[in-house]
């Protein structure tokens, strides 16, 4: 008895795929991806992209894709996605695919898909890589201006620098005009602490003593 069964798997029917660009969603330099997801799915023997041929890329110049031009002018923009969607149901109700592969990151397709879904068609979105957003270069550090030494700084400067002293060591060594009317602040502590910039302070309470750390 001869074996049926090779002939009987030659003849068995392919899955028909039709792949479906959206040319103004979708780039060429992507057509290898998009082609490798349809192939999985079937034999594909429709090919075709919709939108206007100024501002599709490749996808005019290309063999295998049959263009559909949609003029993206005034008024017009989604021309592209309507002429799409016309062609995917005018295939479905001719019974020309099995499977619709529907390329575009636009996501008014929706309404197709749960349509063809409905229909017992199967249906693959393909959505094109994300591309990484450019690094942004980090704000330039601008240097904090120095602010101009007063009088009071000066001399203050010239007391610490040979060496520190203590917060009764420079009371004592700037008396004269109350502590108000040099500062302006209520203590040295406090103006020495406002102005950290310049001086530090290490130590606590009466051991405190005070360090010229500016320029």
């Given at each position: 008895?001869?074996d049926?069964?090779?002939?009987?798997r030659?003849?068995?029917?392919?899955?028909?795929?039709?792949?479906?660009?959206d040319?103004?969603?979708?780039?060429?330099?992507e057509?290898n991806?998009l082609e490798?997801s349809?192939?999985a799915l079937?034999?594909l023997?429709?090919?075709?992209?919709?939108g206007?041929?100024k501002?599709v890329?490749?996808?005019?110049?290309s063999a295998?894709y049959?263009?559909?031009?949609?003029?993206?002018?005034?008024?017009?923009?989604?021309l592209?996605d309507?002429?799409?969607?016309?062609?995917?149901?005018?295939?479905?109700?001719r019974g020309?695919?099995h499977?619709?592969?529907?390329?575009?990151?636009?996501?008014d397709?929706?309404?197709?898909?749960?349509?063809l879904?409905?229909?017992?068609f199967a249906?693959?979105?393909?959505?094109?890589?994300?591309e990484?957003a450019?690094?942004?270069?980090?704000?330039?550090v601008?240097?904090t201006?120095a602010?101009?030494?007063?009088?009071?700084?000066r001399?203050?400067r010239?007391?610490?620098?040979?060496?520190?002293?203590?917060?009764?060591?420079?009371?004592n060594a700037?008396?004269g005009?109350t502590?108000?009317?040099?500062t302006?602040?209520?203590t040295?502590?406090?103006y020495?602490?406002?102005?950290?910039?310049?001086?530090?302070?290490?130590g606590?309470?009466?051991a405190?003593?005070?360090l010229?750390?500016g320029?």
């Open positions: 008895m001869t049926l069964l090779p002939l009987a030659s003849l068995a029917i392919k899955t028909r795929v039709a792949v479906l660009v040319g103004d969603n979708f780039p060429y330099s057509v991806r490798t349809a192939a079937g034999e023997v429709i090919r075709r992209v919709f206007d041929v501002k890329g490749g996808w005019p110049e295998s049959q263009m559909l031009h949609c003029s993206a002018g005034f008024g017009k923009k989604n592209a309507m002429h799409l969607t016309v062609a995917a149901m005018d295939m479905a109700q020309m695919a499977c619709f592969v529907i390329a575009s990151d636009d996501r397709f929706e309404p197709l898909v749960q349509f879904l409905g229909g017992g249906v693959l979105r393909v959505r094109k890589t994300a990484p450019p690094a942004e270069a980090p704000p330039p601008r240097p201006p602010k101009a030494l007063s009088a009071l700084d001399r203050l010239k007391m610490l620098k040979p060496a520190k002293l203590s917060m009764v060591q420079l009371g700037m008396k005009a502590v108000a009317q040099q302006g602040k209520a040295w502590r406090s020495l602490q406002s102005r950290q910039d310049l001086y530090r302070l290490e606590a309470k009466a405190t003593v005070v010229w750390v320029p």
